[in-house]
């Protein structure tokens, strides 16, 4: 064999090499158009290299963001450096339709791309080649942990009764409060509740009714707070409500609200209709309060102080002179 034909041979197994890989190969000119087009960018895209041959880019592919790769591509004719962009900057360059069966449920192929320089004979950039990579997996696999890990990061905040936000969580929540008073000395107040004559219920109905009732007070509780509020089961059938911004006055207001509504509502289990009440404590933050702990305090003997005097009614700790 020659050293000719050995030398077309290689070349051809390296062309078939080429048009065969499982990754994309684009070569453009420096206008932008297409020079070579693989296998894998004709099975994806559905068009034959004939058919996109001496075509410009942009002019095929819609999806493609003219400006911004041009200017990704000519910063690689510019500096003879490669280029690259991943899934996670941009999801893909080509809008491929994604048939992997594990991944099925994405609807199109994430894809990196690497940008590589072409060096003519002169030693000046005159093309520029396109490796197209299906990360599809990878991208949906890391989409999903983190999807995991954020809905674990959630139910490690919430109470499994009540779907309220757990003691911890809540405690984080008002030491930030309590941070951010000091810093800017805007007045927030804090409502705890708690379930008159729980014990009674529980024994009276059972432990499953208690827990339908307290669900039916985190539920009033969710509808009566603004979305600005930080509600949580503080534990048993107590609940603390922190209301960000808010001074004593509007505090009762909710607190008031909250209470009749509490008292004019019904729990209704397999055709028992049970009826309850709920005492509140109200504190609003101080200069002269040190610690959250001191916060707490005050609020939790406004709740007994309501509980001492009758139930069912809502008490203010009294301000400092």
């Known amino acids: 064999m020659s050293v000719q034909t050995e030398q077309l041979n290689e070349?051809?197994?390296l062309m078939e090499m080429l048009h065969t890989i499982d990754v994309g190969l684009v070569v453009l000119e420096r206008d932008y158009s297409i020079q070579i087009w693989n296998g894998f960018m004709e099975n994806h895209s559905g068009l034959l290299p004939r058919e996109v041959k001496g075509k410009v880019l942009f002019e095929l592919f819609d999806e493609i963001p003219e400006d911004w790769f041009r200017r990704k591509?000519?910063?690689v004719f510019l500096l003879k450096n490669k280029a690259?962009?991943?899934?996670?900057?941009?999801p893909y360059v080509f809008k491929f339709n994604n048939y992997r069966p594990i991944t099925g449920t994405a609807d199109f192929m994430y894809q990196n791309t690497t940008f590589i320089p072409l060096m003519s004979t002169t030693g000046q950039v005159s093309h520029l080649c396109l490796l197209v990579y299906d990360v599809t997996d990878n991208a949906t696999h890391k989409?999903?942990?983190e999807k995991a890990n954020a809905d674990l990061a959630l139910l490690s905040q919430i109470d499994g009764l009540t779907k309220l936000f757990n003691r911890n969580h809540w405690q984080h929540c008002i030491e930030a409060e309590f941070k951010r008073y000091i810093r800017s000395n805007h007045s927030s107040s804090l409502v705890m509740v708690d379930i008159d004559h729980f014990k009674v219920v529980n024994d009276t109905y059972g432990h499953l009714v208690g827990d339908d009732v307290i669900r039916h007070l985190a539920k009033l509780i969710r509808e009566q707070v603004r979305e600005t509020d930080i509600s949580g089961r503080y534990g048993g059938e107590e609940f603390v409500?922190?209301?960000a911004d808010t001074h004593i006055d509007d505090a009762v207001i909710f607190a008031e609200r909250l209470r009749k509504t509490v008292e004019e509502s019904v729990v209704i289990y397999n055709d028992i209709e049970i009826k309850y009440t709920v005492s509140l404590g109200i504190a609003e933050v101080e200069p002269t309060f040190s610690t959250v702990s001191q916060w707490l305090q005050y609020v939790d003997s406004a709740l007994y102080q309501s509980k001492d005097d009758g139930r069912n009614r809502v008490t203010i700790h009294p301000k400092s002179d």
């Open 143 to 145: 989409m999903e942990l």
């Open 73 to 75: 591509a000519e910063s």
């Open 84 to 90: 690259f962009t991943i899934w996670e900057q941009r």
């Open 11 to 13: 070349l051809h197994w």
């Open 241 to 243: 409500i922190l209301l």
